[in-house]
């Protein structure tokens, strides 16, 4: 489907309902959308292109949208293939079409297509001007906002930004469907190992007088901008959303689970905001979402064959991968024959960025007692802290 943005600036949003993983990795119970743009005017240029998944849909919208024009320009903002895949369809339907990208962008073309368009290229650079008409982009360097090829776009007369990856959101179209549940899941997961790039991006956006975000997913946004960028601003920095903890537990027989839940409710009873997952039940991304969501986190994990137990590793390691930092931890562990877990935990996170392990750590042989619940309630008051 399309939409006017202006009377010459157009939106080609395309709905993927039936993607079970996102990348492969990422599960998007509400869909994704994938985000073209067509600007109108003495020139005509197209704004990326989307995902092989919906092609036909939008090429039809395309067609709809340029009417009697034809495409003088391809702007390539990023040449992951949820956007970059019809380069090479779009760029046979209209051969006189010119293709603009930076340098790294001609060389990911040649990777993923096979063709170098020599005599096509227009290769711009940070600060370069792409003139239209009335309408003038200017590019702007977004590299590791996803990947390194990454670039944004500023139109100065409508004062659009094209914001590629940035500010985009895993759900449906709807622009009232929460942005936040969508793009927090969203940054974290696939963005935020890159946190200081997205925030000399944003730097670089504060100087701009911008009146919509065009991002390659989601709505374009135009109201309360400051909103957005504030807590991108905060996301970037690795600054939490919520004042409390996130709980992340696994347990074979349900003993840690105890533990888990005890913590919860001396939580509860301070009146201190928590949530409590079983990370051998709930998405990892889902997860990592929450660690970095909340200012602090406390695990309750098994050791299983004097290691992590496997869901719960995978969860510290994604974390460590996105570079979790800032942010106090609470460690309880439970092993009947040996416990480990809490130590290698503990070692894992002390290679990050300011984290510090609260005491008590604790240990527990087989299954709560006394003396463990007592301590349970002394590591919920340092978390309340
Ligand atoms: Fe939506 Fe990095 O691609």
């Known amino acids: ?22 990348e492969s990795r990422y599960p998007i119970p509400d869909g994704v959308t994938y985000n073209s743009y067509v600007i109108i005017d003495d020139k005509v240029a ?15 919208d395309l067609e709809k949208v340029l009417g009697e024009r034809v495409p003088d320009y391809l702007v390539i903002h990023h040449m992951e293939p949820d956007h970059a895949a019809n380069i090479a369809t779009l760029a046979s339907k209209y051969p006189s079409m010119k293709l603009v990208g930076n340098e790294r962008i001609f060389k990911m073309i040649g990777q993923f297509f096979d063709q170098d368009y020599a005599d096509r290229r227009v ?18 360097s977004g590299m590791m906002v996803h990947w390194p090829e990454v670039m944004v776009s500023y139109e100065s007369s409508e004062k659009l930004l094209f914001s590629a990856d940035a500010f985009g959101r895993f759900g449906p179209a709807d622009p009232s469907y929460d942005w936040v549940a969508g793009a927090r899941r969203y940054y974290y997961n696939i ?28 709505p374009v946004l135009e109201e309360d901008l400051g909103k957005y960028v504030e807590l991108y601003v905060r996301w970037a ?19 840690t689970e105890k533990a888990a839940f005890a913590l919860a409710e001396d939580l ?31 695990v ?15 969860f510290i390691d994604e974390i460590a991968s996105k570079t979790y930092r800032n942010r106090k931890v609470g460690i309880i562990d439970n092993g009947t024959w040996g416990p480990a877990a809490g130590k290698k935990i503990a070692e894992i996170l002390s290679t990050l960025e300011n984290i510090e392990i609260l005491e008590p ?19 919920a008051d340092k978390l309340a802290q």
């Open 1 to 22: 489907m399309f939409s006017k943005i202006s009377e010459t600036v157009f939106m080609i949003t395309e709905e993927d309902n039936d993607l079970d993983l996102f």
């Open 46 to 60: 197209v704004l990326d292109t989307v995902d092989a998944r919906r092609t036909d849909a939008w090429l039809s």
């Open 123 to 140: 290769i711009v650079e940070e600060g370069s001007k792409l003139e239209l008409g009335k309408h003038t982009l200017t590019f702007v």
């Open 191 to 218: 963005v935020g190992k890159f946190g200081k790039h997205a925030a000399k991006l944003l730097n670089k956006a504060a100087s701009l007088d911008i009146a919509k975000i065009c991002p390659l997913h989601g």
């Open 237 to 255: 920095n690795y600054q939490p959303d919520i004042d409390g903890v996130f709980i992340a537990y696994n347990s074979v027989y349900g003993n």
């Open 268 to 298: 509860k009873n301070k009146g201190v905001k928590y949530t409590i997952s079983d990370v051998s039940r709930v998405h990892v991304s889902y997860l990592l979402e929450d660690a970095f969501a909340y200012s602090r986190m406390a």
């Open 300 to 314: 309750a994990a098994t050791t299983y064959e004097n290691e992590i137990f496997p869901e719960m590793k995978f």
């Open 361 to 379: 750590m604790i240990s527990i042989k087989s299954s709560m007692k006394e003396d463990d619940r007592r301590l349970i309630s002394e590591l």
